[in-house]
């Protein structure tokens, strides 16, 4: 069984790294205009009407056409009119904080929430006695007149 599963991961993994290998070497316009972003209108380029979105997406389709592959073009639209065109923040430099923070923060949350949690559940006041310990002998009277007047 568990070799059954280790070659369906194994194979899986061989499928989406070769999805992947084949999107860089032979991208397509809707998947590079999806990926950037109008420098003018910050908005992606599939959706934006700017003249220089045009000429971006003229671009994108001469060098498709040429044979690039989607980094090669990707780098030269950033050389070209910088970093804002990239739809997703660089995973080095400064740029990594956008990535980092937000993982960061999440992860700070969950231990928060998770020592306050084990702190609550430590520290609750009046916290009833474990089963089979003797009751108090004014809790004990108390339950005894309760159930004399129950019956009577």
């Given at each position: 069984m568990r070799l059954l599963l280790a070659l369906s991961l194994a194979l899986v993994l061989a499928a989406?790294?070769?999805?992947?290998?084949?999107?860089e070497r032979h991208?397509?316009?809707?998947?590079?205009?999806?990926?950037?972003?109008?420098?003018?209108?910050?908005?992606?380029?599939?959706?934006?009407?700017?003249?220089i979105a045009g000429q971006m997406k003229a671009f994108i389709r001469r060098h498709i056409a040429m044979g690039w592959t989607k980094s090669r073009i990707e780098d030269s639209l950033v050389a070209q009119l910088g970093p804002g065109v990239l739809g997703v923040p660089q995973t080095h430099g400064f740029d990594l904080l956008a990535w980092a923070l937000p993982l960061g923060g999440i992860g700070l949350g969950a231990i928060a929430i998770g020592a306050g949690a084990w702190a609550w559940s430590r520290n609750r006041p009046g916290e009833p006695p474990p089963p089979g310990s003797p009751?108090?002998?004014?809790?004990d009277r108390r339950v005894d007149e309760e159930l004399a007047r129950f019956d009577g």
């Amino acid at each position: 069984m568990r070799l059954l599963l280790a070659l369906s991961l194994a194979l899986v993994l061989a499928a989406a790294s070769e999805r992947a290998l084949a999107s860089e070497r032979h991208p397509t316009q809707g998947e590079l205009e999806a990926e950037l972003v109008c420098p003018t209108c910050h908005t992606p380029l599939d959706e934006s009407n700017s003249p220089i979105a045009g000429q971006m997406k003229a671009f994108i389709r001469r060098h498709i056409a040429m044979g690039w592959t989607k980094s090669r073009i990707e780098d030269s639209l950033v050389a070209q009119l910088g970093p804002g065109v990239l739809g997703v923040p660089q995973t080095h430099g400064f740029d990594l904080l956008a990535w980092a923070l937000p993982l960061g923060g999440i992860g700070l949350g969950a231990i928060a929430i998770g020592a306050g949690a084990w702190a609550w559940s430590r520290n609750r006041p009046g916290e009833p006695p474990p089963p089979g310990s003797p009751l108090d002998s004014e809790l004990d009277r108390r339950v005894d007149e309760e159930l004399a007047r129950f019956d009577g």
